[in-house]
């Protein structure tokens, strides 16, 4: 079992700032990319922002200049730091991980509960 527990959503106002973090855990061999997506009411869910374990990024264009996204291959964590934050990035936001659990199986996806993010005009 591999879990994605995430932490720091809340409420802020258009403008502020927001960190959210995801620590993958359980029975882990290797993980490639982490990321962020995020699902708002009555849309589907989008890619925020993604990082491979080289460091490479894919951020969204709507979040580009605002929001970054980091990554610890040594913790298996990913943090996304969300800035300047407007009333339409509010959604759940969802951690992502694609993960192998050991040497004689393939990558799988993996996500976590969600946590929501509220902005205010």
């Known amino acids: 079992q591999v879990q994605l527990v995430e932490s720091g959503g809340g409420l802020v106002q258009a403008g502020g700032s927001l960190r959210l973090s995801c620590a993958a855990s359980g029975s882990i061999y290797s993980v490639d990319a982490m990321g962020w997506y995020r699902q708002a009411p009555g849309k589907q869910r989008e890619l925020v922002a993604i990082i491979t374990s080289g460091g490479s990024t894919d951020i969204a264009d709507s979040v580009k200049g605002r929001f970054t996204i980091s990554r610890d291959n040594a913790k298996n964590t990913t943090a996304l730091q969300m800035n300047s934050l407007k009333p339409e990035d509010t959604a759940v936001y969802y951690c992502?991980?694609?993960?192998?659990?050991?040497?004689?199986?393939?990558?799988?996806?993996?996500w976590g509960q969600g946590t929501q993010v509220t902005v205010s005009s």
């Open positions: 992502y991980a694609n993960v192998r659990r050991s040497s004689w199986v393939g990558y799988k996806d993996n």
